[in-house]
């Protein structure tokens, strides 16, 4: 039975940016934090439902069709971050963006702000998109898109 009464917030959230097939241990390093992340969206796993036409037992009559998953896909995945003009982090990924290079991504939510107990994400891809917004009463802001290349896997930081 799942313990219910735990509960995590997506405020201890980061995102690392690293090179292709680089392990965890490496991308998710201070020196490949691009920034703290202030909303994530699209971290879908999915699969295509294939419906066979014979019958699930091979009996004649039983009335029920074979489903099998198909297909997988994943993402693509947005993620909002506070935008610092000029930081180093930052140039990096604008540069992963104009480059369409491919990149190891992974994010890192933390059940504490200390991070401790984190859960990760690791995914291969290339920034899809670069867009800074900002108000005149915000934060600026930027937001990504990764296109990934295949799915995700959810690592262990050793």
């Given at each position: 039975m799942a313990v219910t009464n735990q509960r995590s917030t997506g405020l201890a959230t980061r995102i690392f940016m690293g090179d292709v097939g680089a392990l965890i241990t490496v991308v998710a390093a201070p020196a490949n934090m691009i920034a703290y992340v202030s909303d994530v969206s699209g971290l879908t796993n999915s699969a295509s439902t294939?419906?066979?036409?014979?019958?699930?037992?091979?009996?004649?009559?039983?009335?029920?069709?074979?489903?099998?998953?198909?297909?997988?896909?994943a993402g693509p995945v947005t993620l909002v971050l506070s935008y610092v003009t000029n930081d180093a982090s930052m140039l990096r990924l604008r540069n992963a963006y104009t480059s369409s290079s491919s990149h190891s991504f992974v994010v890192e939510m933390g059940d504490t702000e200390a991070f401790v107990g984190s859960q990760y994400v690791q995914m291969t891809g290339s920034v899809g998109s670069f867009d800074i917004s900002t108000g005149s009463d915000s934060l600026r802001q930027v937001t990504i898109r990764i296109d990934i290349e295949g799915g995700f896997t959810y690592p262990v930081k050793a």
């Amino acid at each position: 039975m799942a313990v219910t009464n735990q509960r995590s917030t997506g405020l201890a959230t980061r995102i690392f940016m690293g090179d292709v097939g680089a392990l965890i241990t490496v991308v998710a390093a201070p020196a490949n934090m691009i920034a703290y992340v202030s909303d994530v969206s699209g971290l879908t796993n999915s699969a295509s439902t294939v419906t066979g036409s014979e019958y699930a037992n091979g009996t004649a009559g039983s009335g029920y069709t074979l489903n099998k998953a198909g297909v997988k896909s994943a993402g693509p995945v947005t993620l909002v971050l506070s935008y610092v003009t000029n930081d180093a982090s930052m140039l990096r990924l604008r540069n992963a963006y104009t480059s369409s290079s491919s990149h190891s991504f992974v994010v890192e939510m933390g059940d504490t702000e200390a991070f401790v107990g984190s859960q990760y994400v690791q995914m291969t891809g290339s920034v899809g998109s670069f867009d800074i917004s900002t108000g005149s009463d915000s934060l600026r802001q930027v937001t990504i898109r990764i296109d990934i290349e295949g799915g995700f896997t959810y690592p262990v930081k050793a």
